[in-house]
């Protein structure tokens, strides 16, 4: 069974950074794509960014690009770093996994998701 688990989420002012690790287990992530996903309060949820464990590829929501980088670490672990945070960015992160290499952007391509982590920006 597939775990994911999010942390690195709080309480931080405009124009901080912040680091998201999701710690993933109970599966061979070799051929997984692995996502981050928002959901702000009164909102649908949203994608953020996506990578291919074994290639690297990436992708970006546009709203996102420049300040957010999604990457992969050791011990099937992934990371999220957003820079220079704004109010917007207030929203509950999720991490999500599937079993494919495609980088796809729907939430519904995604079989795991963790509990998410909630990121707050105050002004």
């Known amino acids: 069974q597939v775990q994911l688990v999010e942390s690195g989420g709080g309480l931080v002012q405009a124009g901080a950074s912040l680091r998201l690790s999701c710690a993933a287990s109970?599966?061979?992530?070799?051929?997984?794509?692995m996502a981050w996903f928002r959901q702000a309060p009164g909102k649908e949820r949203e994608f953020v960014a996506a990578?291919?464990?074994?290639?690297?590829?990436t992708n970006y929501a546009d709203s996102v690009k420049g300040r957010f980088t999604i990457s992969r670490g050791d011990a099937n672990t992934v990371y999220l770093r957003i820079n220079s945070l704004k109010p917007e960015d207030t929203a509950v992160y999720y991490c999500?996994?599937?079993?494919?290499?495609?980088?796809?952007?729907?939430?519904?391509?995604?079989?795991?998701w963790g509990q998410g982590t909630q990121v707050t920006v105050s002004s």
């Open positions: 109970g599966g061979t992530f070799s051929s997984y794509t």
């Open positions: 999500a996994a599937r079993a494919n290499s495609r980088v796809g952007t729907s939430d519904y391509e995604y079989n795991y």
């Open positions: 990578i291919s464990w074994s290639g690297g590829s």
